[in-house]
């Protein structure tokens, strides 16, 4: 069993000239819900903006759920499906990009539309709660004619978590011979999720279904330290490794497969074969908090080619208790309260191009893999 080549641009970059395509996987649009349960953390890092929100916490007038909020990515399936197409084309290869949104296929389907399928398939980043934790599951590949039915099973899934049930779907997912299923960050940890309790949901889901993965992903938004322990684990499960974007902002992906295949479906065959080839590229290298920043700026800035999606407002939704999801820009009626103005200026005067600059080269030492 071959687990795997990895390899970085900035170190090897003739290798690109051995392949004919590059694959991104894992990149998210608008259709992907991203859950906000995290947020109050990250605010109390925030000098300033901590104090703020401390005060109002004691004084009992922030009583928000985070849980029942959430932001949307801002590209649209088209718009994604360029920024990675463009990158991958830049290093001279036939550009394959799989989107996988959180339990939705809905920019598959739309581009197959106007795109070729055997380069843009339909595909689905799946949650999967499982015991006390949660997995997520890169399906790759569906056939457009009955993708809305496993999707339809998958959310009964995610809703029930009838181990039987994940145990069959896996299954016949797999017959699909050009079909792929990936283990998405294995390591990462949903909010709330001890990790003592997701290392065990880890091991007993590998242990019951790990006939049915494919491959284990590496991540472009993780930590090597992390993407190493994936390695291992793919070589203590004789899995390959393959690509994961993740790409939630307008960065494109930072970590891409290579191939000699000519369509999607090629490139999955080749994966369940246990041969594939991971490169990094250049920003994968660059400061985690300083691509942190430039994300968020991505998500916070506005976006006037995007009619009713402009601001961060009219991208970011609260849910009531009756299920019924509001933008913020409605909520608020149009106005950003004055708590969350110094935090937004902050991270738009940080993502100012001369800042970066600076930031960078204070953050130069932290880089991710050295050399």
């Not at 641009?9 to 000239?17: L, N, Q």
């Not at 995007?306 to 970011?316: I, S």
Request: with cysteine; proline share 6%.
């Amino acid at each position: 069993m071959q687990y795997g080549d990895v390899s970085f641009f900035w170190r090897a970059a003739r290798a690109v000239s051995h392949f004919r395509s590059g694959v991104c996987l894992h990149g998210h649009t608008m259709h992907s819900e991203e859950c906000l349960s995290f947020l109050p953390r990250y605010l109390h890092r925030i000098p300033g903006v901590s104090q703020v929100l401390s005060g109002y916490e004691r004084a009992r007038r922030f009583q928000v759920d985070f849980s029942r909020a959430y932001w949307t990515p801002p590209l649209t399936p088209a718009s994604a499906l360029r920024l990675e197409r463009k990158q991958i084309a830049g290093l001279g290869l036939r550009p394959l990009v799989s989107l996988t949104d959180h339990d939705n296929i809905e920019a598959g389907m739309a581009l197959q539309v106007a795109s070729d399928g055997s380069e843009v398939p339909v595909s689905v980043e799946w949650t999967v709660p499982y015991r006390r934790s949660i997995l997520h599951l890169g399906i790759h590949n569906l056939p457009p004619d009955a993708a809305r039915s496993w999707l339809s099973a998958m959310a009964t899934l995610t809703a029930s978590q009838d181990e039987e049930l994940l145990a069959e779907i896996l299954s016949e997912c797999s017959r699909m011979h050009e079909v792929l299923i990936v283990l998405n960050h294995p390591f990462w940890l949903e909010e709330g999720v001890e990790e003592t309790d997701h290392r065990r949901a880890l091991d007993a889901a590998l242990k019951k279904y790990g006939a049915w993965l494919h491959a284990f992903e590496l991540n472009g938004t993780r930590r090597w330290s992390e993407n190493a322990a994936v390695i291992e684990l793919a070589r203590t499960w004789s899995k390959p490794i393959v690509s994961g974007g993740d790409r939630h902002a307008c960065e494109p992906a930072a970590c891409l497969n290579l191939t000699n295949a000519r369509s999607f479906g090629e490139f999955v065959c080749e994966i369940r074969d246990g041969r594939s080839s991971v490169l990094f590229m250049p920003h994968y290298r660059e400061p985690m908090a300083l691509r942190v920043l430039e994300a968020s700026w991505d998500i916070l800035r506005p976006y006037p080619e995007y009619p009713g999606r402009q601001r961060w407002t009219d991208r970011l939704f609260y849910r009531s208790e009756e299920g019924c999801a509001r933008s913020l820009s409605v909520l608020w009626g149009g106005q950003v309260p004055w708590l969350l103005r110094p935090a937004t200026g902050l991270v738009q005067f940080f993502a100012a191009p001369q800042l970066r600059v600076a930031l960078r080269l204070l953050l130069s030492r932290r880089t991710e893999v050295l050399s």
